[in-house]
């Protein structure tokens, strides 16, 4: 592709609508799936791993919470239906990107470090090349001047390559939402059955950058180039060179010289629409005085639809250029089967349990993209590499403390590996969460927590939640990291979950 020198300045603040509108498009697009491993649902959001014993239906992610009971033991059951909704964003190392956009294209953010910048647009960068050469020795002012030309155009192809590196490198957007629909079908005093319904989608626009080759640009190759155009003969036309991945044409009958840099950076853009139906049973195995263990299974069916779209950064005019490749994408769907497994140990005033998810891990494919224009083997092995989405097996450790009173509970979560999300953005979740529960019927619970990404984006989020009329749960998360947006600041993340649940 050739992208032109003239158009990055609309590119620039087209990337910036881009990364707006990918964000919003993606809240807007439908109810989706429970549960990604990048979105815990409801107050687990906040309390990490084992949720405090009042908000039984929110927390089904172990196959073996739903049989245990703190009712009596003459209580014949229990039912309940829990609804929880969540938004979120993340960005992924776009601290470049967002430099550039906050500083509007300075000299200083689109080449750092190097010391160019991009030509004045005032300089004359369509000079005849028979004014400076008409025959090969050149008088001291065509030298100067043809000195001058060349040191243009080379600035020219640094400012270009400078651009694309900054913006292209560590670009990784991504926005999701998903909603959650647990159901305590029934528990007696020795097991349970529930069932789930969830549908999720995610959207991620990441960059993939095709670096400039800078190491032949310089003002004596390009001179070298230009007084070639002497020997060539006027009926001839046009003559390219190449210099790098850059090409030089002169017309030797007008005299014309333009030039254009060859490049595959570009943006490619995917989407997951993951509906998610599973049935679980669950009940007490063994019991000593207060000690009792439970033990879950939960088989789950999988309709997975992905999609993804390559667009080249030179063809980036507006952000509707990049949707309008999505929505020309065909969502590719395919159904499959995953088990979970879990198990609890509970005491008086504590909890430890494990989950296994997805024993099997089923798989799932991305349509083909086009790679038939692409140059760059590294990019086109990306693409490739990563057309192939395997819900990898997960083991999930959760302990949880709660005060003889009921009050004050600590919880604690741990994924023992890391997984990759439809978009291979690497999760591993570390939790922290504390929680106070009251009588008090319009507040009767709060809660703060820690998590942290111990892979992929490596992002700490700050977790906070209230449950109001012992129905309604709210939940919030933001990044410690930031970036900035036109003077102003934002978390890297946020994940906003509302919820209610109902027991009878």
Known sequence: MRPSYHMFNSIKLTLSIVISTVTISCMLTGVLRAEPIYHPSGPKLTFGGMTHRQLVVSDMGNPAHPAID?????????????????????????????????????????????????????????????????????????????????????????????????TMTGLNAKAFASADLPILISRDNDSAWSFGANVSITTNLRGLNDPVD??????????????????QDPAGGPVAYTIGKSTITVDPASGDVSFYTSNNSGTITRAAQITEVGIG??????????????????????????????????????????????????????????????????????????????????????????????NNQDIVNFINDSQTYVMERQLKLEAGYITQDGAWGINFGLDANAVPDPMRDDYQWL?????????????????????????????????????VFNIVNLDVATTTDTIKVDGDTYPRGLIVNIGAQVLF
């Open 281 to 374: 049973y669950s009940r007490k195995v063994w019991q000593q005085d207060d000690n009792k263990v439970y033990v879950g299974i939960k088989p789950k069916y999988y309709d997975v639809g992905l999609s993804n779209s390559f667009v080249f950064l030179s063809n980036i005019e507006n952000a509707k250029s990049i949707f309008d490749a999505l929505d020309k994408s065909t969502f590719k769907y395919t159904q499959g089967f995953g088990i979970d497994l879990g198990a609890i140990w509970t005491g008086r005033q504590y909890q430890l349990g494990a989950t296994l998810t997805n024993i099997n891990e089923p798989e799932f494919t991305f349509p083909e993209v086009d790679t038939s224009a692409i």
């Open 214 to 231: 800078l190491t032949a640009v310089n003002t004596d190759t390009i001179v070298q180039t230009l007084q070639d155009v002497s020997n």
């Open 431 to 467: 939790s922290f969460g504390a929680g106070f529960a009251s009588d008090n019927w319009w507040l009767p619970g709060a809660r703060i927590g820690v998590r942290h990404n111990l892979a992929g984006s490596e992002l700490t989020y700050i977790t906070g939640g209230i449950t």
């Open 70 to 166: 703190t009712t009596p033991d003459d209580d014949s059951g229990r039912y309940g239906v829990g609804l929880s909704l969540g938004l979120g964003i993340e960005y992924d190392g776009n601290d470049n990107l967002f430099d550039l956009l906050d500083q509007g294209g300075s000299d200083a953010a689109l080449a750092p470090g190097d010391g160019t910048a991009p030509p004045d647009d005032g300089q004359d960068s369509t000079t005849n090349i028979k004014d400076l050469i008409g025959s090969i020795n050149l008088t001291p002012e065509q030298e100067a001047r043809l000195q001058v030309l060349a040191a243009e155009v080379a600035d020219k192809v640094i400012y270009l390559g400078t651009f694309v590196a900054t």
